[in-house]
């Protein structure tokens, strides 16, 4: 019901507008725009070297743009890039976690940065992911689905608002994707935006869920 | 909205934090943080078996040889400082964190002096006794090396932030920070040499502390400025 009412709000929480990027000699991006709204899931689709996870790079900050704008809650970013960096959760190709700490360490580690958080939190947390088994053991043992699952454990404790993952069930089996979708949709439901890069698309046909198609 | 207040954690917390985490990374692969250190026992061990056993020559050269393994050491010591966490992510994550980034890497460097640069310290009055170093040279060795690996460590990390993208970066590191480590080296050599001849020590050493300062208070800067640059490719 959340998301009903922040599609009818005129105020996006995100906004790209006219945003190029050049790398090297060609130019990636040219004039992406699109508008994030609470409540809101948008994929960007398109064949392989398109852009997709140079157009989520810009959004979060990690490439500077040729030229445009990315706005977020009505700032225009760089400035007060360490508010909105609170408010967001970005997620790489790569999963971000130390091979040599346990998955319990890693999380710790990864969400104290941010916030306070105790033991138990990121317990549940990885048993919402079905990788409780794996809390105590070396990230370096387990199976690539399995670090994409804790590597998501960490992008729902920071508790941020918004989500950028960059195609997030990479590795993921069946059952864990069916897991991560509903964790997509409960923090859409609180109001939460998710942007994704994405091969497959992920809860087809839900209201607040949209695609954005980079030629 | 979901909750956009969140108590984020203090400075010192934070400080805590990466020491913490780093030196449990370090307990885990300890083998590797033991290597600027092996490099530094076998590279002055060298020199008797190259130069000649008699202490009288050691003596004269034992400053300077100290003071150059120690430098090349923490250069050594160098490649492992960023890039296992930018390799692997992590760093990408501190940069996105909302945390002052120089701040996190300045926590990452003093880590990574108490793991590297303190331990020469400890051991270099032991090397400079095999050099025929006498022993009341002892504190003004330690106190040059502690004050003097500080500053290298705070300079090696700039330049490890500004190369860490580049493949193969080491090289192009060496050239670039050891020039600007020379002061470091002058002034640390110069003070141990003084010392043996009994003389005052105070202004080198006090030299040494102001550099220390000076990279203490602006590198931090330099460092997070040169890994965003790094992380934005």
Not at chain 1, 74 to 91: I, K, N, S, T, V
Not at chain 1, 104 to 113: A, D, I, T
Not at chain 2, 25 to 50: E, G, K, M, N, S
Request: one cysteine or more.
């Amino acid at each position: 019901m959340l998301a009903q009412v922040a599609a009818t709000s005129p105020q996006p929480q995100l906004e790209a507008r006219a945003v190029h990027l050049w790398r090297g000699e060609k130019h990636l991006l040219r004039g992406v725009s699109f508008a994030l709204y609470s409540g809101e899931l948008l994929q960007v689709v398109g064949p392989n070297g398109v852009g997709k996870t140079s157009l989520l790079r810009c959004v979060a900050g990690l490439l500077p743009t040729e030229s445009g704008e990315i706005v977020w809650q009505g700032q225009q970013l760089p400035e007060g890039r360490d508010e909105f960096h609170r408010e967001l959760a970005y997620l790489a190709h790569v999963n971000g976690l130390k091979a040599e700490l346990t998955a319990l360490e890693n999380l710790r580690f990864g969400v104290s940065v941010r916030r306070a958080v105790t033991t138990e939190e990121l317990r549940e947390t990885l048993q919402l992911l079905h990788v409780e088994a794996c809390a105590d053991l070396p990230v370096r043992a387990l199976s690539a689905g399995q670090k994409r699952r804790v590597a998501l454990a960490r992008i729902m404790l920071t508790r941020a608002s918004l989500w950028i993952l960059d195609e997030p069930i990479t590795n993921l089996d069946k059952a864990g994707i069916a897991l991560f979708e509903a964790r997509i949709a409960e923090h859409m439901r609180t109001g939460g935006m998710i942007l994704t890069a994405a091969h497959q698309l992920l809860l087809q046909g839900q209201p607040g869920v949209r695609t954005l198609e980079l030629r | 909205m979901q909750s956009s207040v969140q108590t984020t954690p203090g400075l010192g917390k934070i400080l805590m934090l990466v020491l913490a985490r780093d030196l449990r990374l370090a307990v885990r692969h300890w083998d590797q943080v033991l290597q600027p250190l092996i490099f530094f026992v076998i590279v002055t061990t060298l020199f008797p078996l190259a130069i000649s056993p008699a202490l009288d020559e050691l003596r004269k050269i034992s400053p300077g040889v100290l003071w150059v393994a120690a430098m090349l050491a923490s250069l050594l010591a160098l490649e492992s400082l960023f890039r296992p966490d930018v390799e692997d992510g992590t760093m990408e994550q501190w940069v996105l964190s909302g945390q002052p980034l120089s701040l996190l890497l300045l926590a990452k460097t003093l880590t990574h002096w108490l793991l590297t640069g303190l331990p020469l310290v400890l051991m270099a009055p032991i090397v400079g006794t095999a050099l025929g170093m006498p022993q009341s040279v002892w504190p003004v060795l330690a106190a040059t090396l502690a004050l003097g690996t500080g500053s290298l460590s705070v300079l090696g990390a700039i330049g490890a932030a500004l190369t860490v993208s580049v493949r193969r970066g080491s090289v192009l590191l060496a050239l670039l920070v050891l020039p600007l480590e020379m002061p470091v080296l002058i002034f640390g050599a110069r003070a141990v040499d003084l010392a043996m001849h009994g003389e005052p020590v105070a202004g080198p050493l006090n030299l040494l502390a102001a550099l220390l300062l000076f990279f203490v208070s602006l590198g931090p800067f330099a460092m997070a400025a040169a890994m965003r640059i790094s992380v934005e490719s």
